[in-house]
T-cell receptor, first 114, second 113 residues
Framework: GAVVSQHPSWVICKSGTSVKIECRSL??????MFWYRQFPKQSLMLMAT?????????EQGVEKDKFLINHASLTLSTLTVTSAHPEDSSFYIC??????????FGQGTRLTVV | DAKTTQPTSMDCAEGRAANLPCNHS???????VYWYRQIHSQGPQYIIH???NNETNEMASLIITEDRKSSTLILPHATLRDTAVYYC??????????????FGQGTELSVKP
């Protein structure tokens, strides 16, 4: 299947700082990528839809000013967690869909805010 | 997108077939059934999807009932590495929105020696 790569796999940051997570589709172009977060023992929750060349669409309850999404090219989307706090500690996962609609996921980024 | 119902957990003996059920009684005619699984601390892995015909690939088989209100994912010879949370998702397939998946709680499958 198609390959989606996330970087970094894990990150620890201090409270109040910002963290950028990259999501790349390595062998296909993705005009649309998706960002999820997952707390321990819970399912994945869709945060936003990232559209190449346009503004992201955020799900209800997700703060767009806190979770900045940029989709500058057909193979790269970034999620920046601004002014991170301990409650933002979570597992962040991106996905991208191929032209036939199958979604492939990155390996996830474990964010710990201390 | 239609809602799905799955058992919270299941056990399966290694080497035996694992049959994971999913109910989706409100599925619409243009909605596909997708199956993903998530091994601990990894991103979800695509397994299989189908519309109304049964499907098979190298990983699993998908059996969809004639009325499409339920389906079963079959792992023919489960191994310890198949221990994971399995998610059944129904949605309109194809196109850029094909990646917008709404995850339920899934079934935690434990394969035991």
């Amino acid at each position: 299947g198609a390959v989606v790569s996330q970087h970094p796999s894990w990150v620890i940051c201090k409270s109040g700082t910002s963290v950028k997570i990259e999501c790349r589709s390595l062998d296909f172009q993705a005009t649309t990528m998706f960002w999820y977060r997952q707390f321990p023992k819970q399912s994945l929750m869709l945060m936003a839809t990232s559209n190449e060349g346009s503004k992201a669409t955020y799900e209800q309850g997700v703060e767009k000013d806190k979770f900045l999404i940029n989709h500058a090219s057909l193979t790269l989307s970034t999620l920046t967690v601004t002014s991170a706090h301990p409650e933002d500690s979570s597992f962040y996962i991106c996905s991208a869909a191929t032209g036939v609609g199958e979604a492939f996921f990155g390996q996830g980024t474990r964010l710990t805010v201390v | 997108d239609a809602k799905t119902t799955q058992p919270t957990s299941m056990d399966c003996a290694e080497g035996r077939a694992a049959n994971l059920p999913c109910n989706h009684s409100t599925i619409s005619g243009n909605e596909y059934v997708y199956w993903y699984r998530q091994i601990h601390s990894q991103g979800p892995q695509y397994i299989i999807h189908g519309l109304k015909n049964n499907e098979t690939n190298e990983m699993a088989s998908l059996i969809i009932t004639e009325d499409r209100k339920s389906s079963t994912l079959i792992l023919p010879h489960a191994t310890l590495r198949d221990t994971a949370v399995y998610y059944c998702i129904v949605r309109v397939g194809g196109g850029n929105q094909g990646g917008k998946l709404i995850f339920g709680q899934g079934t935690e499958l434990s394969v035991k020696p």
